[in-house]
């Protein structure tokens, strides 16, 4: 819905903020490991670019993770992009009773795929294709 020629939705930018108490850290993660590109920074925060939307990166010094994931990258292979991922040092997060296999990746009965992992700050990341299948 429009009001006065104003939708968000067709002419906004998104920008998604993950929080870290290590600001360095973090871009490091960001940066050299997923390997989005900084596009702006300023004292409190870097932002990178993600496709079709920004990654605000905020310096929070008391800051705790949440546990749920903040930000999540749907991908077409989802093994070959784990495999890529565990070369760089990240680790992917297996949770009891949610049926993962070896890897980390959960198959939902749609067919789509799910793997979860942490950045320095202990932020939930996620990996996901899309569904294969009606559910």
């Excluded at 390997?35 to 932002?47: E, I, K, N, R, W």
């Excluded at 949770?95 to 939902?108: E, I, N, P, R």
């Amino acid at each position: 819905m429009t009001t006065n020629g104003i939708d968000l939705g067709k002419s906004g930018r998104g920008v998604a903020f993950v929080y870290a108490g290590d600001l360095e850290r973090a871009l490091g993660f960001y940066r050299d490991t997923l390997g989005l590109t900084v596009v702006d920074s300023d004292p409190y925060g870097v932002s990178l670019e993600l496709p079709g939307a920004l990654l605000r990166l905020t310096k929070v010094s008391d800051f705790k993770p949440h546990e749920h994931p903040v930000l999540g990258f749907e991908i077409a292979d989802i093994v070959a992009t784990i495999q890529a991922l565990n070369a760089r040092g990240v680790r992917f997060e297996i949770y009891d009773g949610m049926g993962q296999d070896a890897l980390g990746v959960f198959t939902g009965s749609d067919g789509g795929k799910m793997a979860f992992f942490k950045d320095p700050s202990g932020n939930a990341l996620m990996l996901q294709t899309p569904p294969t299948a009606a559910g």
